[in-house]
């Protein structure tokens, strides 16, 4: 594993030599607009792994994308590897069907210092929710991003991060009534204690979210990037590019047959896959 190949994977070209907050800023939103959120393994017959090595080559070897406690988790070894002082946090994503905070901590997010400050760093939730910059773990404070406004909310021992998006306007009218959009502004999307986790916190709840049926990685495949302007997303069949305006956000959507979705794979998001993909877009919770 090669720090340098790493960073080289997400387009740095700065000094590394440095655990500063500005490149704290510039690798987390480097790596979020190369390196796709995406669950396809699960769909294309193989199994995601907390092993580090593997995934290492999956992402930046095999120039692919990953979920959660794929992504994080080898952001956690480049925080390491560069020097920063971070602790691994397991969070609780929210349920805008139930209302509620699922039980397990299902995301893996990472706590960083920096001169006496506390800053969450998340390269992997995806779609409009991703931030770009690490925020600033202070609560009620406003955090503008350009995907929209962030907000971290201590509760007590919990803090719970929400964002308040802009209105979204989709182009084409066929998919107005699409469950993948989102008409809420203000949306919470998970819930975390400073309780340190380590590696192996996680193993247990990765494999129940590629084994559950009723997980949403299993109901769905997804795979998202950032860009320079918004995101782009593939949920199942349906493809979205995602432009971010002033005073909203501009959605263009439509379906792509099974016969494109390959070539589309590789020009959107520069992603090949190995095994058979078998997209999936099952009734789940969840919104882009």
């Known amino acids: 594993m090669d720090l340098k190949e790493y960073l080289n994977r997400i387009g740095f070209t700065g000094q590394y030599g440095k655990a500063d907050l500005d490149n704290l800023f510039t690798i ?23 092993d580090l090595h593997i995934i290492y080559v999956k992402i930046v070897k095999s120039n692919r994308g990953g979920w959660c406690c794929e992504n994080n988790h080898l952001f956690s070894w480049v925080l390491k590897e560069m020097g920063y002082k971070f602790t691994i946090l397991g969070s609780k994503v929210f349920n805008s069907l139930e209302q509620e905070f699922l039980p397990m901590d299902s995301h893996l997010i990472n706590l960083v210092e920096i001169d006496g400050k506390q800053y969450i760093a998340d390269v992997s939730f ?46 084409d009218k066929a998919f107005a009534n ?26 247990e709840t990765s494999d129940c979210l590629q084994t559950s049926p009723d997980s949403l990685f299993m109901l769905k495949s997804i795979c998202s990037l950032q860009t320079p302007t918004g995101f782009r997303a593939l949920i199942g069949w349906t493809y ?44 789940a919770d969840y919104c882009i």
């Open 28 to 50: 987390h939103k480097l790596h979020v607009m190369n390196i796709p959120f995406e669950n396809l393994s699960i769909h294309s017959g193989e199994k995601n792994t907390m």
């Open 126 to 171: 995806g779609v409009s929710y991703q931030i770009w910059h690490p925020l600033e773990l202070i609560s009620g404070k406003d955090q503008p991003q350009l995907p929209g406004v962030f907000r971290l909310i201590n509760n007590g021992m919990q803090w719970v991060l929400e964002k308040t998006s802009r209105k979204q306007l989709v182009q």
């Open 178 to 203: 699409s469950s993948l959009i989102d008409k809420r502004l203000t949306k919470t999307l998970y819930s975390f204690t400073l309780t340190p986790r380590d590696v192996d916190h996680f193993r």
């Open 240 to 283: 979205s590019e995602v432009t971010f305006k002033e005073d909203s956000d501009l959605m263009d959507m439509k379906e792509i047959p099974d016969c494109e979705i390959e070539a589309l794979l590789r020009e959107k998001f520069n992603l090949v896959l190995v095994n058979k993909f078998t997209p999936k877009n099952n009734k």
